[in-house]
């Protein structure tokens, strides 16, 4: 059965204050790796793609990477702004657009 | 381009009762996931529609059930409504066809069932 673990389930920082959530995954066969960012009372909002080892993607203080059993999303020098619950997801073969989700780390940014 | 919008956003129901919820996709997309979002369970998949037709089921009672119009709009239904139904329900469609298979949530509907 496909798996999606995220960790931590919170995460508190000081503005300024880098880190890294990560996401590990067991799936049958992977047709891409996605990062989603919810706040409270809206939908999730895509940020990112990632289909193959050894991909990058960056966007603002955002870079996902993509290794054969895990996600890394690290945040640098992060900002209020920036409190939100990520999630990530894999779609996996098939014709599907399902995605199996992980629960999702809420961060919290502290001026 | 106008986003994914789903009607209505918060609704409260007695259990028994049956509820639809809508969800009108970006425009040009015809594909169209159904979620089910809980603090314990997180999202979990119920179902997708593409070009009318359901393509993928998720592990859910036949009480959760959906359909899909011509024109791309979506509606799920859930009949027999139990405590455990009370949930945020997301719609999120794509653009199948390109192959850049991103799913756009909407805001989604908070079901308080009493």
């Known amino acids: 059965e496909d798996q999606v673990t995220q960790s931590p389930e919170a995460l508190r920082l000081q503005e300024g204050e880098s880190s890294s959530l990560n996401c590990s995954y067991t799936?049958?066969?992977?047709?891409?790796l996605f990062w989603y960012r919810q706040d409270p009372g809206k939908g999730p909002e895509f940020l990112f793609t990632?289909?193959?080892a050894g991909e990058e993607k960056e966007k603002e203080r955002l870079k996902a990477t993509l290794t054969k059993k895990e996600s890394f999303l690290h945040i640098t020098a992060p900002k209020p702004e920036d409190s939100a619950t990520y999630l990530c997801?894999?779609?996996?073969?098939?014709?599907?657009?399902?995605?199996?989700f992980g629960k999702g780390t809420k961060l919290t940014v502290n001026p | 381009k106008a986003g994914v919008t789903q009607t209505p956003r918060y609704l409260i129901k007695t259990r028994g009762q049956q509820v639809t919820l809508s969800c009108s996709p970006i425009?040009?997309?015809?594909?169209v996931s159904w979620y089910q979002q809980t603090p314990g369970q997180g999202l979990q998949f119920l179902f997708e529609?593409?070009?009318?037709?359901?393509?993928n089921k998720g592990n859910f009672p036949g009480r959760f059930s959906g359909r899909q119009f011509s024109n791309s709009r979506s509606e799920m239904n859930v009949s027999t409504l139990e405590l455990g139904d009370s949930a945020l329900y997301l719609c999120?469609?794509?653009?199948?066809?390109?192959?850049?298979?991103?799913?756009?949530f909407g805001a989604g509907s908070r079901l308080t069932v009493l």
């Open positions: 999120a469609s794509s653009d199948r066809a390109s192959g850049a298979n991103v799913l756009t």
């Open positions: 799936v049958s066969g992977l047709r891409g």
């Open positions: 990632l289909y193959s």
């Open positions: 997801a894999v779609r996996t073969q098939g014709g599907s657009e399902k995605l199996v």
């Open positions: 425009s040009g997309h015809r594909s």
């Open positions: 529609y593409f070009s009318e037709t359901q393509r």
